[in-house]
């Protein structure tokens, strides 16, 4: 078995982490009940939508990534860490970052510049 690419690697890892931490974060927005106020109207709504955009295209691009510069076990193994590890990184975080849009709007700014940062690696 050769070994991965550890720069692709740590890219895909990077941006799995940063989906899923914003998976685990989004997943307190609902039902709509449960949102904060700052994301009850029609401003905040579409900043979550828009944000859950974003984060849906990331992992889309990662599979991309993954599937055509990273060995499969690697990709597994290192996502798979990443996905275990998201809940445990945004519990660091306090409330009141968590359950505001501050949250959102910087993950989604993250997973996009990783997102450029993976397109690049690609083309």
Request: hydrophobic share 65%; glycine share 8%.
């Amino acid at each position: 078995m050769p070994l991965p690419p550890w720069p692709e690697l740590a890219l895909f890892m990077a941006l799995v982490l940063v989906v899923f931490v914003f998976i685990v974060a989004v997943a307190g927005h609902f039902p709509a009940d449960y949102r904060a106020e700052a994301l009850k109207g029609a401003f905040g709504a579409a900043v979550l939508w828009g944000c859950i955009a974003v984060a849906a295209l990331s992992v889309l691009l990662a599979l991309v990534f993954a599937y055509q510069l990273i060995p499969w076990y690697a990709a597994v193994i290192g996502g798979g860490l990443m996905i275990l590890a998201a809940p445990y990184v945004l519990q660091t975080f306090p409330d009141s970052i968590v359950n505001g849009r501050a949250s959102l709007l910087t993950l989604a700014a993250a997973a996009a510049a990783l997102d450029i940062a993976i397109w690049q690696r690609l083309g």
